[in-house]
């Protein structure tokens, strides 16, 4: 665990996401008093940054080559952290507010009504090549292949994040898109995931032998067995992903509460149309 990577990419596409975004927060604040981004969303964004470092420039990268316990958390941090928390940070909002007119109406919007990016907005898409990712990365040589090549392995994870993105983004939904999900598919969207995260973990749990070539032969860690280290990281992939996923449930229903009593405060407010009055 003292060993920390020597690959400055991840630090310096870090630190350039960090104060970027910190940057223009500031400037659309000063901008716009009225209106201001709030402060929860810089730190979930910086958060979903420092999860990210954790996954790829901390010991646990390392340690992911030894055991894979280890690489199940790093997987996690990659789909089920960092992407949720940039999502709250809601980065094309802050983008589209601290840019000119000019640069949203010939760039921003139409390159965010382009049909491309229709299609990647697509909710059910997203859900669907998350689904893909995580099974074709842990049932397939693909896993063994990426722990020795470390371009695959590169892509690998790049391929965990930008899943994680479209499959957390429209959950979230703090950023305009073509196609916003109301409460109630964003539980069944959620509650969909759940099982299929179970079955990942569970199928390695219960796998009668190492199913990873690599971590047989690099079982180099004095007294772990790399069985037990399996089973051990299965049951952190279906324990603490259905944990995440069960806490974004949640924060969804309390989000719908609070949307409904928002709604019957207004209607409140308002109070009955002549014809409801009229009719009692």
């Not at 079982?219 to 806490?247: E, H, R």
């Not at 928002?262 to 149309?273: C, E, F, I, L, N």
Request: proline content about 7%; charged content about 15%; glycine content about 6%.
């Amino acid at each position: 665990m003292s060993t920390w990577p020597a690959d400055a990419v991840p630090w310096v596409v870090a630190l350039w996401a960090g104060l970027g975004y910190a940057v223009a927060w500031r400037q659309v604040n000063a901008r716009h008093p009225q209106s201001r981004v709030s402060t929860l969303r810089l730190v979930a964004w910086l958060g979903g940054v420092v999860a990210i470092l954790a996954a790829l420039a901390s010991p646990l990268d390392g340690l992911a080559d030894e055991l894979l316990t280890a690489h199940m958390v790093q997987h996690l941090l990659l789909t089920m952290v960092a992407p949720p928390l940039m999502a709250i940070g809601a980065p094309v909002l802050l983008l589209l507010r601290i840019s000119s007119r000019a640069t949203r109406a010939r760039l921003l919007l139409p390159l965010l009504h382009a049909r491309l990016i229709r299609i990647l907005a697509s909710p059910w898409l997203g859900w669907l090549l998350f689904t893909v990712v995580m099974w074709a990365a842990h049932f397939t040589p693909i896993y063994d292949a990426a722990l020795e090549d470390e371009r695959l392995h590169v892509l690998e994870h790049a391929a965990f994040l930008a899943t994680g993105c479209l499959f957390w983004w429209p959950v979230i939904g703090a950023d305009p898109m073509p196609r916003r999900l109301r409460f109630g598919p964003r539980l069944a969207y959620l509650l969909a995931q759940m099982p299929v995260n179970a079955a990942v973990g569970l199928a390695i749990y219960f796998a009668p032998s190492v199913l990873y070539e690599h971590y047989a032969r690099a079982a180099s860690l004095p007294g772990v067995d790399p069985l037990v280290d399996q089973q051990v990281g299965g049951l952190v992939m279906w324990a603490a992903g259905d944990l995440l996923l069960l806490g974004a449930v949640a924060l969804v229903v309390v989000a719908w509460m609070r949307a409904e009593a928002r709604r019957a405060d207004r209607r409140h407010a308002v109070g009955p149309s002549p014809g409801a009055r009229g009719s009692t």
